[in-house]
């Protein structure tokens, strides 16, 4: 479950070669819960991020109008994992694969 923490709990059962109630009793025994993934992108860099967050923090929060592209994403993913309590499951998602979506934000009276 480490490797592939998206994998369903039938998925998890036909691999071991037992019942998908098995899998649940054991999972709830152990503590691991069904949580949604926290998705990052593979190409995000961090710096430009934190660049990024300083030159908006001067500006007051009512006056930055978020912008976005409406938009399909044609990349399928799982969006729920299992982990332990307390756990976030984390998976990386490549940028590449999807259509990009701009999102920006500007100062509102410009």
């Not at 037992?18 to 190409?43: Q, V």
């Not at 912008?67 to 044609?74: A, F, I, K």
């Not at 309590?85 to 490549?94: D, E, G, I, L, W």
Request: glycine share 2%; charged share 30%.
């Amino acid at each position: 479950m480490a490797e592939h923490p998206d994998a369903s709990q039938k998925e998890i059962a036909e691999e071991l070669g037992c019942s998908t109630t098995a899998i649940y009793l054991a999972m709830k025994r152990l503590k691991i819960t069904r949580k949604k993934k926290t998705t990052r992108y593979r190409e995000q860099d961090e710096k430009k991020v934190a660049a990024y967050q300083e030159e908006i923090s001067a500006y007051p929060i009512l006056k930055i109008a978020y912008v976005d592209e409406c938009g399909m994403d044609t990349y399928l993913y799982r969006q729920y994992g299992y982990a332990a309590r307390r756990q976030k499951v984390f998976s990386c998602a490549s940028n590449m694969q999807i259509r990009p979506q701009a999102l920006e934000s500007v100062p509102a009276d410009r």
